[in-house]
């Protein structure tokens, strides 16, 4: 813990940190599209399954016989008569849309571009230090230079 404890306090971070890490280098909007194709693939998959789960349950019922066995047959035979382009289609759609979605997040330099910029700003600061420090140094010499004329004509005048 001792370790941990020090790792925290040398890179100025706190446990909420630790404890709930950024997803650095990608924009909050790429992370949410993400998550929102994540959920639309998996809604497809789960009404999916949902369908698979009841036609298993049919033919369970069908296997057992009797009238309820003869409507459960009657049941899957319509579900496997029904059109399932528009479901296979709806699947396709969303892990494509899910594949874009991380290909955007994979190839974002977001992160990279942030940190130009921000050692662009901090350059520009640099600079105006610079031309303020030189502006200061030059107004000192000049005023050094004034006092130094005023106590020659001093001297002078005599």
């Keep these: 813990m001792a370790f941990i404890e020090y ?3 040398h890179y100025k971070k706190n446990v909420k940190d630790l404890l709930n890490p950024e997803k650095a ?3 909050p909007e790429l992370l949410k599209l993400l998550e929102q194709a994540i959920a639309a693939h998996e809604e497809t998959l789960r009404e999916k399954e949902k369908r698979q789960k009841k036609m298993d349950e ?9 009238v309820k066995g003869m409507a459960a047959k009657a049941e899957l035979e319509q579900m496997k008569a029904e059109d ?3 479901q ?3 699947e396709v759609e969303s ?10 997040v994979k190839n974002d330099n977001w992160a990279e571009e942030e940190k130009k910029r921000q050692f662009a700003l ?8 610079r031309l303020k420090k030189e502006e ?3 107004r000192a010499k000049e005023e050094a230079r004034n006092k130094m004329k005023q106590r020659a004509a001093l001297w002078e005048g005599k």
């Design 7 to 9: 790792l925290l306090w």
């Design 25 to 27: 280098g990608v924009r």
């Design 58 to 66: 049919l033919e369970r019922i069908a296997a057992q016989g009797g």
């Design 84 to 86: 399932v382009l528009a």
């Design 88 to 90: 296979n289609k709806k």
């Design 95 to 104: 892990a494509a849309a899910k594949r874009k979605a991380e290909k955007m």
């Design 122 to 129: 901090e350059q520009k600061r640099l600079e105006e230090e």
């Design 136 to 138: 200061e140094d030059r």
